[in-house]
C-alpha cells in the first residue's frame, strides 16, 4: 500500500506489537533522544530505625516535631525526643538527649513502647507520644486497652480488669482523645 492512500492502514497483529514497542521506546527517551532514567522511589522505611523511650522514666517528655519545608517544595519532618530508650531493659534510659539537627538518624534505636520491636513499616505514636509499631499501634487505636504500668497493649480483644501479662497490673481501658469527644 502507498503512502499516498487515504484512510487508515490495516494493521496486523505483528505491526501493531511494533508500533506499541516503537511508542514505549518513544516516550521513554528525553529531547536529546537518550533513555531516562525511571523515577526513583523513595523507601518508607527510616534509614536506622530508633528505640523509643521506657514509659516507666519519669524525665520523659514525648517527642516534638520540627516540620521544615525544603527549596524543592517537599516537606521535612524532624522529631526529637526528650530521652533515648535503653534496648529491652525495664530500668529507666541512661541519659538524656540534646535537640541534634541531623534529625532521628542522631537518636538512639526505637522501639515499640508494648512490644518492643525495633523494626516496623510504619511507627505510629499514641497521644502522649508514646512509640508503637504499627501492629501496637492500630490495636490500641482500636480497643483503647494498655497496661498503664509497662504500656503493654494485649494482642487479643481483652475484659476491662484483666491483669497485664507482663507485669500484673489491671488493664484498663485508656480514654484516648478521639474518645472523649
Given at each position: 500500500m502507498?503512502?499516498?492512500?487515504p484512510?487508515?492502514?490495516?494493521?496486523?497483529?505483528?505491526?501493531?506489537?511494533?508500533?506499541?514497542?516503537i511508542?514505549?521506546?518513544?516516550?521513554?527517551?528525553?529531547p536529546?533522544?537518550?533513555?531516562?532514567?525511571?523515577?526513583k522511589r523513595r523507601?518508607?522505611?527510616?534509614?536506622?530505625?530508633?528505640?523509643?523511650?521506657?514509659?516507666?522514666?519519669?524525665?520523659?517528655?514525648?517527642v516534638?516535631?520540627?516540620?521544615?519545608?525544603?527549596?524543592?517544595?517537599?516537606?521535612?519532618?524532624?522529631?526529637?525526643?526528650?530521652?533515648?530508650?535503653?534496648?529491652?531493659?525495664?530500668?529507666?534510659?541512661?541519659?538524656?538527649?540534646?535537640?541534634?539537627?541531623?534529625?532521628?538518624?542522631?537518636?538512639?534505636p526505637?522501639?515499640?513502647?508494648?512490644?518492643?520491636?525495633?523494626?516496623?513499616?510504619?511507627?505510629?505514636?499514641?497521644?502522649?507520644?508514646t512509640?508503637?509499631?504499627?501492629?501496637?499501634?492500630?490495636?490500641?487505636?482500636?480497643y483503647?486497652?494498655?497496661?498503664?504500668?509497662?504500656?503493654?497493649?494485649?494482642?487479643?480483644?481483652v475484659?476491662?480488669?484483666?491483669?497485664?501479662?507482663?507485669?500484673?497490673?489491671a488493664?484498663?481501658?485508656?480514654?484516648?482523645?478521639?474518645?472523649?469527644d
Amino acid at each position: 500500500m502507498s503512502l499516498g492512500t487515504p484512510g487508515p492502514l490495516p494493521l496486523d497483529r505483528d505491526s501493531k506489537t511494533m508500533q506499541t514497542q516503537i511508542s514505549k521506546k518513544c516516550h521513554s527517551l528525553d529531547p536529546t533522544g537518550t533513555p531516562q532514567a525511571p523515577p526513583k522511589r523513595r523507601s518508607r522505611k527510616q534509614p536506622n530505625p530508633r528505640q523509643g523511650a521506657e514509659k516507666v522514666d519519669p524525665r520523659f517528655q514525648g517527642v516534638t516535631l520540627k516540620f521544615q519545608i525544603k527549596p524543592d517544595s517537599s516537606l521535612q519532618i524532624v522529631p526529637t525526643y526528650s530521652l533515648v530508650c535503653n534496648s529491652r531493659s525495664q530500668g529507666p534510659p541512661s541519659g538524656g538527649l540534646e535537640a541534634h539537627p541531623a534529625g532521628s538518624e542522631a537518636l538512639g534505636p526505637r522501639c515499640c513502647a508494648s512490644c518492643r520491636t525495633q523494626t516496623t513499616p510504619l511507627w505510629r505514636d499514641a497521644e502522649d507520644g508514646t512509640p508503637l509499631c504499627n501492629a501496637c499501634g492500630i490495636r490500641y487505636k482500636k480497643y483503647g486497652i494498655r497496661c498503664s504500668g509497662c504500656w503493654l497493649v494485649p494482642r487479643k480483644s481483652v475484659q476491662p480488669g484483666r491483669l497485664c501479662g507482663r507485669c500484673g497490673v489491671a488493664l484498663d481501658p485508656h480514654q484516648s482523645p478521639a474518645q472523649a469527644d
